[in-house]
């Protein structure tokens, strides 16, 4: 009873900006942990940025000061601002949510970072 649908996804050259969307929804009682997960083809997917009930953030060492994440206020509802993007940012990428010891995923959405 728990969906998260992910936007945003699109071609862009190297040093441009996206800005990927999340929603969660469903039977869902209060605001939960939320992250951006990515996968790049051959790899394992790896966490990008989290962001906690309270709005604590954690980045992955290698899109620290150019992605953040932010929340709707009150909402599961999470974004994912990547700016400077970089070849190597190409992948799926993957909203999740966090209830209990559950962890629900999103379908996906295609990030490309090329000339």
């Known amino acids: 009873q728990v969906q998260l649908v992910e936007s945003g996804g699109d071609l862009v050259q190297p040093g441009g900006s996206l800005r990927l969307s999340c929603a969660a929804s469903?039977?869902?009682?209060?605001?939960?942990?939320m992250g951006w997960y990515r996968q790049a083809p051959g790899k394992q997917r790896e966490l990008v940025a989290s962001i906690t009930s309270g709005g604590s953030t954690n980045y992955a060492d290698s899109v620290k000061g150019r992605f953040t994440i932010s929340r709707e206020n009150g909402k599961n509802t999470v974004y994912l601002q990547m700016n400077s993007l970089k070849p190597e940012d190409t992948a799926v990428y993957y909203c999740?949510?966090?209830?209990?010891?559950?962890?629900?995923w999103g379908q996906g959405t295609q990030v490309t970072v090329s000339s």
């Open positions: 999740n949510v966090v209830i209990g010891f559950r962890s629900y």
């Open positions: 469903g039977t869902i009682f209060g605001i939960k942990p």
